[in-house]
T-cell receptor
Framework: AQSVTQLGSHVSVSEGALVLLRCNYS??????LFWYVQYPNQGLQLLLK??????LVKGINGFEAEFKKSETSFHLTKPSAHMSDAAEYFC??????????????FGQGTILTVHP | ETGVTQSPTHLIKTRGQQVTLRCSSQ?????VSWYQQALGQGPQFIFQ???????GRGNFPPRFSGLQFPNYSSELNVNALELDDSALYLC????????????FGQGTRLTVV
């Protein structure tokens, strides 16, 4: 069975500061990993994804994430926070086989607050 | 804009009633999934349809059922509504492929009173 744990339900940073949102996963097969962002009363928007290849993945809006197999982690970072980054962020793992095929398993989410 | 549209955007129902939520997939996407997102939680997988057949289901009771139509649009039906069914229901579509991303609609906010 696959699972995702996001460490920290709330993260608060100052504008211009580093953003670090943590995600650890459990998967019995090589994982496909995603980060989504959700603004209030909206659906989910893909920030970036890891499937195979380069372990450092760049996404939209200056975000990037690094897949570390040895640590089963896929942390999301952004060098300099902007006020518009305030939202909820979800890490997810995609089922790749069997009854989990195509199923996204999400973490509980991390609410990012950006202070001026 | 993801090209995935859901209707209605908001809905209020009474406990015990039945509800149907609708989703129009992005063009060319033949796989659709439904998720339930309770307040303050991550989305939970309900089920997935591929070419009009259910091919995956999460831990939801049978009163949650679905349909996918030949044009790949989809419905989620919930019978005998309970208060705990109050949530944001998200539809996601994607083309066939193991690593393809899912494109989400804006969701339907269901409130059961």
């Amino acid at each position: 069975a696959q699972s995702v744990t996001q460490l920290g339900s709330h993260v608060s940073v100052s504008e211009g500061a580093l953003v670090l949102l943590r995600c650890n996963y459990s998967s019995s097969v090589p994982p496909y990993l995603f980060w989504y962002v959700q603004y209030p009363n909206q659906g989910l928007q893909l920030l970036l994804k890891y499937t195979t290849g380069a372990t450092l993945v760049k996404g939209i809006n200056g975000f990037e994430a690094e897949f570390k197999k040895s640590e089963t982690s896929f942390h999301l970072t952004k060098p300099s926070a902007h006020m518009s980054d305030a939202a909820e962020y979800f890490c997810a793992v995609l089922g790749a086989g069997g009854t989990s095929y195509g199923k996204l398993t999400f973490g509980q989410g991390t609410i990012l607050t950006v202070h001026p | 804009e993801t090209g995935v549209t859901q209707s209605p955007t908001h809905l209020i129902k009474t406990r015990g009633q039945q509800v149907t939520l609708r989703c129009s997939s992005q063009s060319g996407h033949n796989t659709v999934s439904w998720y339930q997102q309770a307040l303050g939680q991550g989305p939970q997988f309900i089920f997935q349809y591929y070419r009009e057949e259910e091919n995956g289901r999460g831990n939801f009771p049978p009163r949650f059922s679905g349909l996918q139509f030949p044009n790949y649009s989809s419905e989620l039906n919930v019978n005998a509504l309970e208060l705990d069914d109050s949530a944001l229901y998200l539809c996601a579509s994607r083309p066939t492929g193991g690593d393809t991303e899912a494109f989400f609609g804006q969701g339907t906010r269901l409130t059961v009173v």
